[in-house]
Every structure is written in structure tokens, then in C-alpha cells.
């Protein structure tokens, strides 16, 4: 499998897929466009490396502008100015994931509240239709409905 290079970006403490690309160079192109754009706490390019026969990836941050919890960037949203100089480009080992999920919780809490209230409004169909029931047998053998 080739190697793919993941943009991801940092917005409300959560870390999101931008983009994925082939070329190293155009992952950290477009890395350092976002980040100068400042609709972005962080930016990050991760290589994602596969090997399909042993069954074992691998992921290492080559570009990462993220600041420490103490330090917060101010985002706006003006015109794009000049790009800021080249972060730290030392490449970490991210086995973790940890913010990466927050995304799919959130995913996972809209489908679970669409799947609970279409059950719920399956439920009323079938109550009502077996009230309608019900109640014309009970007509019937009142005698007011033949």
C-alpha cells in the first residue's frame, strides 16, 4: 500500500482529517496554508505507513504547529496573511489516537438518538394501529358496529 500523508486540524481541542495526500511536499504545503489562514489552533501532517503483509501501520508527525494547553491562538476570520515560519518538524509516534476519536463519538451519539426515535415512532405506529383495533372489536361486540 502506498504511503499517505494525512492533514489534520486542530479546532475546539479536537483533532480532525482535513485532507490526504501522496506527495509529502503537497500535505505540508497545504498544512501551512491552513495554519496561515488562522481558522485553526494546529495544524499537523502525519505519514501513514502500511505494510498489508505483516498487518502493522505506522504513524509519525513530520509537520505540527500545535501550541501547549497553556498557550492559545487567537483565531479570526480575516483575509489570509503571510504564512509563519516553520514550526518544529521533529516526528513523534502517535499510537494513541486519542483526540482523534472524539470525532467518531460524536458520530456514533447521532446515530444512536436517530435510531432510538425511529424505534420510538415505530412504536407509537404499531400502539395506534393496535388501539384502532381495540376498539372496532369493541364496537363489534357492543353491537354498534357490525
Do not use: C
Request: glycine share 6%.
Amino acid at each position: 500500500m502506498p504511503i499517505l500523508y494525512e492533514v489534520h486540524t486542530l479546532k475546539g481541542g479536537n483533532w480532525m482529517i482535513d485532507s490526504t495526500y501522496s506527495d509529502r511536499d503537497k500535505a505540508v504545503d497545504t498544512a501551512k496554508q491552513l495554519y496561515a489562514e488562522k481558522r485553526f489552533e494546529g495544524v499537523k501532517v502525519i505519514k501513514d505507513d502500511y505494510d498489508a503483509d505483516a498487518n502493522q501501520g505506522r504513524e509519525i508527525v513530520i509537520y505540527d504547529t500545535s501550541k501547549p494547553a497553556t498557550e492559545k491562538r487567537t483565531l479570526v476570520k480575516e483575509t489570509p496573511k503571510a504564512a509563519p515560519a516553520a514550526a518544529d518538524t521533529k516526528a513523534n509516534v502517535d499510537f494513541k489516537h486519542h483526540k482523534h476519536k472524539a470525532g467518531a463519538k460524536a458520530e456514533v451519539s447521532v446515530f444512536l438518538r436517530s435510531v432510538i426515535w425511529l424505534l420510538v415512532i415505530l412504536g407509537a405506529g404499531i400502539t395506534i394501529i393496535w388501539l384502532l383495533f381495540a376498539f372496532t372489536d369493541f364496537l363489534a361486540g357492543a353491537g354498534i358496529m357490525r
